[in-house]
């Protein structure tokens, strides 16, 4: 079956540390986010792309970087500067950047250390 | 300011009891809104998309329906296994989309 696939499942970083979140889309989608979840908020996005070497920056884009050297991965990197990088992150994917988020995957949980 | 408020923040029902979410928006140029199902520790399912207000949507216990407004996700019936967090988002005309911070439904047996 078709999906995403997000890795790990959890993470811990010390600080200082860069750490970098998987996602993996085997949907042949166009689209694809990454979203932060915080407890008691709504989803946030972090960063978008619509095309393979094209990304653009969401809401909370400071202290995160990605990558879209393939269609099928979208990586995340949660850099130092990122002084509260605690939450629970998600991928997603939609056929084209004009469309809602059609499928997520299973998050990412990141805790300091 | 655009924003998007779910309400209730939580809800219990007895198995068999009907009830309704709220989704309100303060949107310009609404392109659609949309509903989902999380489950604790996954990641949101797609469940609903409404464009124009008057529109409704079914599936299995669950209807969903739009005004200029707002938007109420109907619960007919529900199951244990309906519990869960639903969100719901609004995109705009310049593809920005906002999400919900959810309700969260449990269903006591």
């Known amino acids: 079956d078709g999906g995403i696939t997000q890795s790990p499942k959890y993470l811990f970083r010390k600080e200082g540390q860069n750490v970098t979140l998987s996602c993996e889309q085997n949907l042949n989608h166009d689209a694809m986010y990454w979203y932060r979840q915080d407890p008691g908020q709504g989803l946030r996005l972090i960063y978008y792309?619509?095309?393979?070497?094209?990304?653009q920056k969401g809401d909370i884009a400071e202290g995160y970087s990605v990558s879209r050297e393939k269609k099928e991965s979208f990586p995340l990197t949660v850099t130092s500067a990122q002084k509260n990088p605690t939450a629970f992150y998600l991928c997603a994917s939609s056929i084209d950047q004009g469309d809602q988020p059609q499928h997520f995957g299973d998050g990412t949980r990141l805790s300091i250390l | 300011e655009d924003q998007v408020t779910q309400s209730p923040e939580a809800l219990r029902l007895q198995e068999g009891e009907s009830s309704s979410l709220n989704c309100s928006y303060t949107v310009s140029g609404l392109r659609g809104l949309f509903w989902y199902r999380q489950d604790p520790g996954k990641g949101p399912e797609f469940l609903f998309t409404l464009y124009s207000a008057g529109e409704e949507k079914e599936k299995e216990r669950l209807k969903a329906t739009l005004t200029k407004k707002e938007s109420f996700l109907h619960i007919t019936a529900p199951k244990p296994e309906d519990s869960a967090t639903y969100l719901c988002a609004v995109t705009f005309l310049d593809d920005k989309i906002i999400f919900g911070k959810g309700t969260r439904l449990h269903i006591l047996p």
């Open positions: 792309s619509q095309i393979v070497n094209d990304f």
